[in-house]
């Protein structure tokens, strides 16, 4: 693949450069940052919820039973815990409260931001503020929902649940058209073979083995998002490298995207 859509399948669901050393990064960043704003938003179907200085929604897990923790490695790769540096204070804005707001130790060094005694997480698929990719979704060890300003959890599934992409002649026919457009196939193979990036031959519904540890599903949604950025998610064994050049974030669109994977589900 001339570099176009390489490794772009490498993985939820994915979708996200946050993983590995964007995590170490980001935790770098945060304790130049002597002060962490826990805010809220509107998002339709869900109400108004917290949010993070950038308006990304912030998740709580279930499996922390609401007092520890308990996300790390792996699941700390995907669902980045909002830190506290050294000497930091946290601060509300909107219809966040301020006497909600704690900290707990982060098992891999420093500490996490709570919410009445929720610990605190961002989801790399949410790549942009209002997006609430991971509400209800049982990932990585449990679900993951979004919090309330009154420290309430919200069960309540987000808007609607993508439709599946359709496989018909005309989907498959443009998502071959758009593959070679991009030149997917010189780092994709479409039987099976290796290649700089993985086969698309049985990609789709498949397990994937992410960097660091963990699998997900190569489900539609999953496929889109990572098409569409593929910063989102990568796979083991393949150079994240790759992928972060080949293709920019908004080069593909999502009607593109979903041809794609309509090509990709009708290799099997």
């Known amino acids: 693949m001339s570099r176009k859509l390489a490794l772009v399948l490498l993985s939820p669901v994915a979708a996200i450069g946050l993983l590995g050393a964007t995590e170490a990064a980001a ?11 826990i805010k809220t938003r509107n998002v339709p179907k869900l ?3 917290l949010v993070d200085s950038n308006g990304r929604t912030l998740y709580m897990f279930v499996p922390d039973k609401h007092k520890r923790v308990t996300c790390k490695g792996t699941c700390a790769v995907v669902w980045p815990p909002v830190m506290l540096p050294h000497g930091a204070r946290i601060k509300t804005a ?3 409260k301020a006497s909600l707001t704690g900290s707990d130790r982060d098992p891999a060094g420093g500490r996490v931001v709570t919410y009445d005694h929720w610990p605190l997480y961002r989801y ?3 790549t942009r503020p209002g ?13 993951w929902y979004v919090l309330a300003p009154s420290g309430k959890v919200i069960r309540t599934k987000a ?3 993508p439709k599946a992409v359709p496989v018909t002649a005309a989907t498959i026919a443009a998502g071959k058209k758009y593959a070679e457009q991009y030149s997917c196939t010189g780092c994709h193979s479409i039987n099976g073979t290796k290649s700089t990036g993985p086969t698309w031959r049985g990609l789709a519904g498949s397990t994937v083995h992410l960097i660091g540890g963990g699998t997900t599903k190569a489900t539609d949604s999953y496929l889109v998002s990572v098409i569409t950025d593929p ?4 796979v083991a064994a393949f150079d994240p490298g790759v992928m972060q050049e080949a293709v920019p974030v908004g080069e593909v669109s999502d009607a593109q995207a979903r041809d ?3 090509y990709i589900k009708s290799l099997k």
């Open 260 to 262: 794609i994977v309509a």
């Open 159 to 161: 808007a609607s649940t």
């Open 27 to 37: 935790r770098r960043a945060a304790a130049t940052d002597k002060t962490v704003l």
């Open 124 to 126: 790399v698929a949410d």
């Open 94 to 96: 909107g219809k966040a």
């Open 231 to 234: 910063s989102n998610l990568r």
């Open 47 to 49: 109400g108004t919820i």
């Open 131 to 143: 997006q609430v990719k991971g509400q209800a979704l049982n990932l990585n060890g449990g679900l």
